[in-house]
């Protein structure tokens, strides 16, 4: 079956713009999890979502950044006014549910910041 | 110090030869290790993972679990250039995974 979609695969944008990353999870995974992947901190967790229960946000690392889950499927990540230390690859994975161990991953966003 | 400690290479060897990947961890709160491998521009790709401490095997790769000594492994047997990758180990409890910073993986034909 089809695995997790990201979109865009690339993002380039200027200082102080907003972006929004979009992630589509694996069909009746209703886990969802957005993480940060960049060459110094590594591959860092971000916010989770379990079907209807408050997301998880203990890993966005300031309030420039959000994530909404529409109809327990797709979820976006916006991230306001954009600094250049933003620039990483962002990752979503998703899983079933309670089976954090066995996530699988999407392809990534590269977001570039100039 | 990271929660997750993993050597980043980069680990060369011939083909053929065997793989040997460790990881150390600093908190004793964590039910589940995995193994996650991943291609230069790709997403981690989910290996194996393991909740017991000793040995879990499939097909050529082993993950090993120490927790008293708080030290994970994978073996890859008979290493193929595909296997030239990073490779992630990671641990879980609560919905959230940690994960090592990689060790990457050269394979030489």
């Known amino acids: 079956g089809a695995g997790v979609s990201q979109s865009p695969s690339n993002k380039v944008t200027e200082k102080g713009k907003d972006v929004e990353l979009r992630c589509d999870p694996i069909s009746g995974h209703t886990a969802l999890y957005w993480y940060r992947q960049s060459l110094g901190q590594g591959l860092e967790f971000l916010i989770y979502?379990?079907?209807?229960?408050?997301?998880?946000k203990s890993g966005l690392p300031s309030d420039r950044f959000s994530a909404e889950r529409t109809g327990g499927s797709v979820s976006t990540l916006t991230i306001q006014r954009t600094q250049q230390e933003d620039s990483a690859v962002y990752l979503c994975a998703s899983s079933l549910a309670g089976q954090y161990y066995e996530q699988y991953f999407g392809p990534g966003t590269r977001l570039t910041v100039t | 110090q990271k929660e997750v400690e993993q050597d980043p290479g980069p680990l060369s060897v011939p083909e053929g030869a065997i793989v040997s990947l460790n990881c150390t961890y600093s908190n004793s709160a964590f039910q589940y290790f995995m193994w996650y491998r991943q291609y230069s521009r790709k997403g981690p790709e989910l290996l194996m993972y393991?909740?017991?401490?000793g040995n879990k095997e499939d097909g050529r790769f082993t993950a090993q679990v120490d927790k008293s000594s708080k030290y994970i492994s994978l073996f890859i047997r008979d290493s193929q250039p595909s296997d030239s990758a990073t490779y992630l180990c990671?641990?879980?409890?609560?919905?959230?995974?940690?994960f090592g910073g990689g060790t990457r993986v050269l394979v030489k034909p």
């Open positions: 979502f379990q079907g209807n229960s408050a997301p998880d």
């Open positions: 393991t909740y017991s401490s």
């Open positions: 990671a641990k879980g409890a609560g919905n959230k995974l940690t």
